[in-house]
């Protein structure tokens, strides 16, 4: 299991906020995942890489929703906060989403494009929604992909291992978190 880790590479975080993290994640806690992600982004900003940190603050209603009487679902602004043990910096980009992936009516893309960005590396919560929809958006992009899979869970381990058997190898590389850090040392 392993991944080229280019030179142009971003480290992107999915929904490492406490809104999302409030419930158990399988087949890793939620405390491996946000430890895991913590030494990656330190090894990114290390060798000189970008690191993006993305949070999601509610996704609009669909026809499924407005049948159930819901109206577009706004999170709380402490739900919307990154956990401080995942260590962003202030300085480093932050993207707000209000769906499942992080490039739909964002910034990302031009954002990544002008720094010159041309991989992105996926770590973050949930493996099946948030990473796998950015995935495949980066992926329809023309972005080489590297997922880094022990940085990475959902709330049941065969979402995760869904994603990660039948969609992933679609889309990307699969590495894990020692692969990485030892391409970036």
Do not use: C, N
């Amino acid at each position: 299991m392993s991944a080229t880790i280019d030179p142009t590479a971003a480290l992107v975080v999915i929904d490492l906020q406490r809104g999302i993290l409030a419930t158990p994640t399988q087949p890793y806690t939620v405390e491996q995942v946000v430890e895991r992600t913590a030494r990656l982004a330190a090894a990114f900003r290390a060798s000189g890489r970008r690191v993006v940190w993305v949070t999601v603050d509610g996704a609009p209603s669909g026809r499924t929703d407005a049948s159930r009487g819901m109206q577009r679902r706004q999170m709380p602004a402490e739900a919307t906060e990154l956990v401080p043990e995942a260590g962003a910096l202030a300085d480093e980009l932050h993207v707000v989403k209000h769906g499942w992936g992080a490039f739909h009516t964002t910034d990302l893309d031009a954002s990544l494009r002008e720094a010159g960005v041309t991989q992105v590396v996926l770590t973050g919560v949930a493996t099946h929604m948030g990473v796998e929809s950015t995935a495949r958006s980066a992926h329809e992009l023309g972005y080489d992909v590297a997922l880094v899979e022990d940085a990475m869970a959902a709330r049941e381990t065969a979402e995760h291992e869904y994603a990660l058997t039948r969609i992933f190898p679609r889309l990307g590389e699969i590495t894990d978190t020692q692969a990485v850090l030892a391409q970036l040392a």
